[in-house]
C-alpha cells in the first residue's frame, strides 16, 4: 500500500511539473516567434508581395500571443498594416507586383475594403501589376479583388456576387412571453434601435433609410467594379440575380466578373512570367508580415514634427464603470497629452464605431474641442462614425470620410425595461416605502408612472438638443438645419458630403495629408496612438472570458452571435444611448 501511495504521489507530481515546464517552454516558445518576427527584412530582386485577403479585416492590427500557442487558424489583419505595406511595396523598387490570395475576407463595412482597393489602384500607378486568384471569392474579397489587372479563378472555385441586405431580428413577442415590456424614450423619426423591442417587423422609416443607404452602397460598389471590369452597373445587377456563388466557375468568366480559370499550383509560373522570371530560377514572394519589416528601423524625420493618428474605434463605453471598447477617460487623457506634447502638430482622430453612451460621448467631445484650441485635428472616418461616433467627430476641424461609411444617425434614445410581468410569472411580488415620491425611480420591478415617464422624455430630448447644438457648431449650421438631416437617419459617407455632415471623401492617407497641410508641415513624423500593447502586456490583462468571446465572435458562429446579443448591449446605468442599431450583410 505505501509503494502504492509512493508511486501515485510521484506520478502527480510528475504530471504536475512537466505541465509547469510545458507551460514556460511554451511562453518561451511564444516570445522568441514574436522577437524572430521583428528581424529587419531585405526584399530580393523581382520579388512580389504577397496578400491573403483572408478572416477579419480590423481597423488595426494586434498580436494575439495565444494563437501561438493553441496553433488556430482564425486571422485577423490590420487595415493599417495592409495600406502601411501596399505602400512600401509601391515605394520599393525591387518589388514588381503584388498577389492577392483571397478566401473568406470578412469586414464591418465596405469603407474599410474600400481603403484598401483604392492603395491597390495607387500602386497600379506605377506601372507595377496586382494580381488576384481566389479558390472562393466573399462579396467584400471580391470587390476589393475587382482593381486587380487580372482575377483568377478556380476551375472548381466559387464567387460571392449578390448585392446587400439588413436582416434585424424582433424580440417584441419574445420579451411578451417573458412578461417583460420596453419603456422607450427617443427624439429621431429614423432612430430605429429600440424597434426590435415594441414591434415585429421594421418601422416605414426605418425601412426607408435602410432602402436608401443600401442602394446607396451598393451603387457605389458597382460603380467600382464596373470601373475596373470594364462592365455595366445593369450587368454587375443580371449578374447578382444570378447567384453566382452557385453557378460554374465558367459562368463567371462568361460574365465578366473573372478573367482566367487557373488552378492554384499554375499561378506560380504565372507570376514568375509577369515578374520576367525565368521558368528554372525561384520566385520570391514577401508576406505581410515581412513587409511591415523592410526598413522598419527607419529614423524619424529630423524635423521633430509629429503628425499624430489618435484610434478611436469601437462602442463607446457606457457611464463611468465603462462597458465598451472606446474608454472616455483614457481617450480624454490621452488627447489631453498630445495637446501637452510640443513636437505633436496635428492630431488625425481615427474614428470606427456605431456609437454607444451619449454621456460619454460629450466628454469625448468636449477634450476634440480643447485639443482643436491648440493643434490642427481631422477627423478620419472608417466604416462606421454614427450617432456617437458622429458626435465625437462633429468638433474636428474638417472631416472626411469613404463614400461607403455610414456615418450620421443624429438622434438618441433610451431603453428601460418594466419586468413585473416577468416577476408574477415566477412568483415573485414586490412592496415599497419611500420618503418622497420619486425615491424609487428606475425600479425594473414596476412600470414607470406617466410623471416619470415625461421626466425621462424630457431629458432625452435635451439631449438630442445638446446633439444638434455640438453639431451645429462644429459644421457652421443652425440647429434647424441639422435638425434636417438628423431625426437618427444613417447616411453613407457619399450623402453626407451632399448634406453637409462631413467635408471630403477618402480614407485615412487622405486625412494625414490634410492634416499636414492645415499644420503648414513640409516634413513631419507619423505617429500612431494609443501605443500597441506588447505580448506581455496582453498576457497580463487577459481576460478569459472576453478572449473566449472574442474568438467565438469570428466566422458564421460570430454571425449568429452578433444577431442575438444586441439586448445585451443596452446598459441601464447608462439613460441615455447615441447608438446606430441595423448591420448591413
Not at 156 to 172: D, I, V
Request: hydrophobic fraction near 40%; include cysteine.
Amino acid at each position: 500500500m505505501k509503494d502504492f501511495l509512493k508511486f501515485t504521489l510521484a506520478t502527480i507530481t510528475g504530471i504536475i511539473v512537466s505541465s509547469v515546464l510545458l507551460f514556460i517552454l511554451s511562453i518561451g516558445v511564444m516570445f522568441s516567434l514574436l522577437y524572430a518576427s521583428d528581424a529587419e527584412v531585405t526584399v530580393p530582386q523581382n520579388a512580389i508581395l504577397k496578400l491573403e485577403l483572408d478572416g477579419t479585416l480590423a481597423e488595426r492590427s494586434q498580436e494575439d500571443p495565444l494563437t501561438l500557442l493553441t496553433g488556430s487558424e482564425q486571422q485577423t489583419t490590420g487595415l493599417d498594416d495592409l495600406l502601411t505595406a501596399i505602400r512600401k511595396a509601391k515605394e520599393h523598387e525591387n518589388i514588381k507586383g503584388i498577389y492577392l490570395e483571397t478566401t473568406a475576407l470578412t469586414a464591418n463595412g465596405y469603407a474599410a475594403l474600400q481603403a484598401v482597393r483604392e492603395a491597390l489602384a495607387d500602386f497600379r500607378t506605377t506601372g507595377k501589376f496586382v494580381v488576384a486568384y481566389g479558390d472562393t471569392y466573399t462579396q467584400g474579397a471580391y470587390y476589393v479583388a475587382s482593381v486587380a489587372d487580372r482575377v483568377l479563378l478556380n476551375p472548381q472555385g466559387m464567387m460571392e456576387w449578390t448585392g446587400m441586405a439588413s436582416a434585424p431580428l424582433f424580440y417584441k413577442d419574445l420579451t411578451d412571453k417573458l412578461g417583460i415590456r420596453w419603456q422607450i424614450f427617443k427624439v429621431g423619426t429614423y432612430k430605429s434601435a429600440t424597434e426590435p423591442y415594441t414591434d415585429n417587423k421594421m418601422s416605414q422609416a426605418s425601412r426607408e433609410q435602410q432602402t436608401e443607404c443600401l442602394g446607396n452602397l451598393w451603387a457605389t460598389i458597382k460603380a467600382d467594379v464596373a470601373e475596373a471590369r470594364n462592365l455595366t452597373a445593369e450587368e454587375l445587377d443580371q449578374a447578382a440575380e444570378r447567384m453566382m456563388l452557385l453557378q460554374p466557375a465558367e459562368d463567371c468568366v462568361d460574365c465578366g466578373l473573372a478573367d482566367t480559370l487557373m488552378y492554384k499550383d499554375d499561378v506560380r509560373e504565372y507570376l514568375k512570367q509577369l515578374a520576367g522570371i525565368e521558368t528554372d530560377d525561384e520566385l520570391h514572394t514577401l508576406s505581410l508580415e515581412e513587409m511591415m519589416n523592410v526598413q522598419k528601423n527607419k529614423p524619424k524625420d529630423k524635423s521633430g514634427n509629429i503628425v499624430a493618428v489618435y484610434y478611436a474605434c469601437g462602442l463607446i463605453g457606457g457611464g463611468p464603470a465603462g462597458a465598451g471598447d472606446i474608454e472616455a477617460d483614457k481617450v480624454v487623457s490621452d488627447l489631453r497629452r498630445l495637446k501637452e506634447d510640443e513636437d505633436v502638430k496635428a492630431v488625425v482622430l481615427r474614428i470606427n464605431s456605431p456609437g454607444g453612451s451619449a454621456y460619454d460621448a460629450e466628454q469625448i467631445w468636449h477634450a476634440v474641442s480643447e485639443l482643436k484650441k491648440e493643434k490642427t485635428v481631422i477627423a478620419s472616418m472608417g466604416d462606421y462614425a454614427a450617432s456617437g461616433g458622429y458626435y465625437i467627430a462633429c468638433a474636428a476641424d474638417t472631416l472626411v470620410a469613404q463614400p461607403a461609411t455610414l456615418t450620421g444617425s443624429i438622434g438618441i434614445f433610451g431603453i428601460i425595461p418594466d419586468a413585473q410581468g416577468l416577476a408574477q410569472k415566477i412568483g415573485i411580488g414586490q412592496d415599497v416605502v419611500k420618503t418622497n415620491g420619486y425615491s424609487d425611480f428606475g425600479n425594473l420591478m414596476r412600470p414607470m408612472t406617466d410623471s416619470e415617464k415625461a421626466l425621462m422624455q424630457a431629458y432625452v430630448e435635451r439631449g438630442y438638443d445638446l446633439f444638434l447644438s455640438r453639431v451645429a457648431q462644429g459644421r457652421g449650421m443652425t440647429k434647424e438645419a441639422v435638425d434636417q438631416v438628423a431625426q437618427g437617419r444613417v447616411w453613407t459617407g457619399a450623402r453626407a458630403k451632399e448634406l453637409g455632415l462631413v467635408d471630403e471623401l477618402g480614407g485615412l492617407e487622405r486625412a494625414v495629408e490634410m492634416a499636414a497641410d492645415k499644420a503648414g508641415l513640409d516634413t513631419y513624423t507619423r505617429m500612431e496612438y494609443p501605443a500597441k500593447k506588447s505580448a506581455w502586456q496582453q498576457l497580463k490583462e487577459l481576460n478569459p472570458a472576453g478572449y473566449v468571446k472574442a474568438r467565438l465572435q469570428q466566422g458564421i458562429t460570430g454571425r449568429l452571435l452578433r444577431l442575438t446579443e444586441t439586448p445585451a448591449r443596452f446598459d441601464t446605468r447608462e439613460a441615455l444611448q447615441a447608438r446606430m442599431e441595423f448591420e448591413l450583410r
